[in-house]
């Protein structure tokens, strides 16, 4: 069983930056694809940025510019670095990753850290 743990989050003023960890229990080179998705109230889940294995990232439009994916290899760590935070940004963000079976790709999520912008 694959366990993330996120950390990071916490109250921010709005233009401010937060930078949000995702520990995983094991190797994430074995992980095809890791993430960060958000959940605001009254919201669905929403992908926020995304990077695979091979270390290609991609982002929503809402965050282009402002929002950074990045990971540690050698610390099985996933980073998300969010700058010029807006109120839009309040939410539950939640770390993913696929690892790869026999039967397809399995996600794995972990137990989601609050982020909210907020002066």
């Known amino acids: 069983q694959v366990q993330l743990v996120e950390s990071g989050g916490g109250l921010v003023q709005p233009g401010g930056s937060l930078r949000l960890s995702c520990v995983v229990s094991?190797?994430?080179?074995?992980?095809?694809?890791m993430g960060w998705y958000r959940q605001a109230p009254g919201k669905q889940r929403e992908m926020v940025a995304g990077i695979t294995r091979g270390g290609t990232s991609n982002y929503a439009d809402s965050v282009k510019g402002r929002f950074t994916i990045s990971r540690d290899n050698a610390k099985n760590t996933v980073y998300l670095q969010m700058n010029s935070l807006d109120p839009e940004d309040t939410a539950v963000y939640y770390c993913?990753?696929?690892?790869?079976?026999?039967?397809?790709?399995?996600?794995?999520w972990g137990q989601g850290t609050q982020v909210t912008v907020s002066s």
């Open positions: 094991e190797d994430i080179l074995r992980m095809t694809l």
């Open positions: 993913n990753a696929d690892v790869p079976t026999a039967l397809g790709p399995r996600r794995y």
